[in-house]
């Protein structure tokens, strides 16, 4: 996945930083004439999975283009990759990474070279 350059936000790893990520997100999806609709839920999963896995002081949101196609990525300190469950349908959570996966074109993790990782997804529609 070759990405030219990506809009960043650094927010603290906490569970009330998910709105401003989503926010923050939207816009730049619609300014790109994206329905930010899947992007907005991407990055809540994303950004909820990284405040509740990981010991992360904050993380970086980055939304970029490979080629055409819109790439949300959550990066932080935690070098533990995700791990996508069997969907159990009596258990009280475990659905997040198969609902991404559901929404989107792609998605995967992987290490950074400074430490911790990257967990990316590539949306489906491409933007003009």
Same mark, same amino acid.
């Given at each position: 996945?070759?990405?030219?350059?990506?809009?960043?936000?650094?927010?603290?790893?906490?569970?009330?930083?998910?709105?401003?990520?989503?926010?923050?997100?939207?816009? *730049?999806?619609?300014?790109?004439?994206?329905?930010?609709?899947?992007?907005?839920?991407?990055?809540?999963? /994303?950004? !909820?999975?990284?405040?509740?896995? !990981?010991?992360?002081?904050?993380?970086?949101? &980055?939304? =970029? &283009?490979? +080629?055409?196609?819109?790439?949300? +990525? *959550?990066?932080?300190?935690?070098?533990?990759?995700?791990?996508? &469950?069997? /969907?159990?349908?009596?258990?009280?959570?475990? &659905? =997040?990474?198969?609902?991404?996966?559901?929404?989107?074109?792609?998605?995967?993790?992987?290490?950074?070279? !400074?430490?911790?990782?990257?967990?990316?997804?590539? /949306?489906?529609?491409? !933007? =003009?």
């Amino acid at each position: 996945m070759a990405v030219s350059s990506f809009a960043s936000l650094v927010v603290p790893a906490r569970s009330e930083s998910v709105k401003n990520a989503r926010d923050w997100v939207a816009v *730049i999806l619609a300014d790109w004439g994206h329905d930010p609709y899947v992007g907005k839920l991407v990055v809540s999963e /994303l950004v !909820t999975n990284a405040s509740k896995h !990981t010991a992360s002081v904050n993380m970086t949101v &980055r939304v =970029g &283009r490979a +080629e055409a196609w819109p790439v949300i +990525e *959550i990066l932080d300190s935690s070098t533990e990759m995700p791990v996508a &469950r069997p /969907l159990n349908e009596s258990a009280e959570g475990g &659905r =997040g990474l198969a609902m991404l996966a559901a929404l989107v074109k792609d998605w995967g993790a992987q290490p950074l070279e !400074t430490g911790g990782k990257a967990v990316w997804a590539i /949306l489906h529609t491409p !933007t =003009g």
